[in-house]
């Protein structure tokens, strides 16, 4: 089955903490981004990769690290920075050269602040 | 600067046409609507995605005006399991680097199917 995974479905960070979201896509996009939901609400971006190696700031990257090492791997790190974690966190993926770019979504990963 | 406007939710008897509106009025020339659901706690589902031509696939229709300032999704026939909140959005496709990378979501339609 292709398709994008994210782990785990609920995390819980105690203060101080940093931890770190998993999306795994064995579509062999080019793309892939990391959203935060908060309740009610639309989706924002928070940074997102169009190749390996590279990746780039959204609207609310503060608090946040990624990393791009792989193709099918866009960790995101949410750090002691980030003072209201609390959020819905969602990853997609899009195949960069496409005419027409379509972004398919993972499940997400909730966050919880103990 | 929100770019769409959609009602805030709306019901549909289960088995009949559900019609989700969208207000585009200040779309660019280049940009596409597309369409995309979430059902509560999971990932956002791309449904479909139009420029000027009415299109259709295995999940719904999409209807666009002439004028391009709205346009409308059709879910032939409705189930329980179409509840979601539905997202009209509208964006370049191509990938000409900026902004236009990331997907605008507003805080679309709650769509309700009742049995």
């Known amino acids: 089955d292709g398709g994008i995974t994210q782990s785990p479905k609920y995390l819980f960070r105690k203060e101080g903490q940093n931890v770190t979201l998993s999306c795994e896509q064995n579509?062999?996009?080019?793309?892939m981004y990391w959203y935060r939901q908060d309740p009610g609400q639309g989706l924002r971006l928070i940074y997102y990769?169009?190749?390996?190696?590279?990746?780039q700031k959204g609207d609310i990257a503060e608090g946040y690290s990624v990393s791009r090492e792989k193709k099918e791997s866009f960790p995101l790190t949410v750090t002691s920075a980030q003072k209201n974690p609390t959020a819905f966190y969602l990853c997609?993926?899009?195949?960069?050269?496409?005419?027409?770019?379509?972004?398919?979504f993972g499940p997400g990963t909730r966050l919880l602040v103990l | 600067d929100a770019k769409t406007t959609q009602p805030p939710s709306m019901d549909c008897a289960e088995g009949r046409a559900a019609n989700l509106p969208c207000n585009h009025s200040t779309i660019s020339g280049n940009e596409y609507v597309y369409w995309y659901r979430q059902i509560h706690s999971q990932g956002p589902q791309y449904i479909i995605h139009g420029l000027k031509n009415n299109e259709t696939n295995e999940m719904a229709s999409l209807i666009i005006t002439e004028d391009r300032k709205s346009s409308t999704l059709i879910l032939p026939h409705a189930t329980l399991r179409d509840t979601a909140v539905y997202y009209c959005?509208?964006?370049?496709?191509?990938?000409?680097?900026?902004?236009?990378?990331?997907?605008?979501f507003g805080k679309g339609t709650l769509l309700t199917v009742n049995p």
């Open positions: 959005i509208v964006r370049v496709a191509e990938n000409s680097g900026g902004s236009n990378y990331k997907l605008t």
């Open positions: 990769s169009q190749i390996v190696n590279d990746f």
């Open positions: 997609a993926s899009s195949i960069q050269a496409a005419a027409i770019e379509t972004q398919y």
């Open positions: 579509l062999n996009h080019d793309a």
